[in-house]
């Protein structure tokens, strides 16, 4: 079977995810299916305002036109679960290409504002993770250094 005709919309969601998202969206979508993990690939014929309408319902975990201009979600950093990933979202950090431009320490700090009860361990996945390592790989001297970037103005 030929693919759909239209354009391309890559989003940081699974295609599963992607259609509950779509499910009372009518406007141009052909098909909806994966782009690796925790990406969708959606085929539309949107245009003008349906087309905003459709990016306004992935804005929240990042969207492209182009599959290379789409950064991974930041829940495929390695160490986080979904409910950090859910509170990095919240602190408007979607993709591990944001956690690297604000690094582990100010990123913490954004979702320390708004989850208070978020521990120290978060700040280690956060640095362990953009370092390829796992959390209990990182040494004391690695998680002071942290701790005193943390309580740094």
Not at 4 to 16: I, Q, R, Y
Not at 54 to 69: K, T
Not at 141 to 148: A, F, I, V, Y
């Amino acid at each position: 079977m030929a693919d759909p005709k239209g354009d391309k919309l890559f989003v940081n969601l699974g295609p599963s995810q992607a259609r509950r998202r779509l499910k009372r969206f009518g406007h141009g979508v052909r098909k909806v299916q994966s782009a690796g993990r925790n990406r969708a690939l959606v085929t539309h014929t949107a245009t003008g305002r349906h087309l905003r309408e459709l990016e306004s319902l992935f804005a929240d975990v990042g969207y492209s036109n182009a599959e290379r201009e789409l950064s991974a979600p930041i829940s495929n950093l390695p160490n986080i679960g979904a409910e950090s990933a859910a509170w990095l979202r919240e602190a408007g950090i979607q993709t591990i290409a944001g956690l690297e431009r604000l690094g582990p320490v100010v990123a913490y700090r954004l979702v320390k504002q708004s989850r208070p009860e978020a521990s120290l361990n978060l700040l280690w996945a956060l640095e362990a993770g953009l370092l390829g390592k796992q959390q209990q790989e990182l040494s004391d001297e690695e998680k002071e250094s942290l701790q005193r970037q943390l309580y740094e103005k």
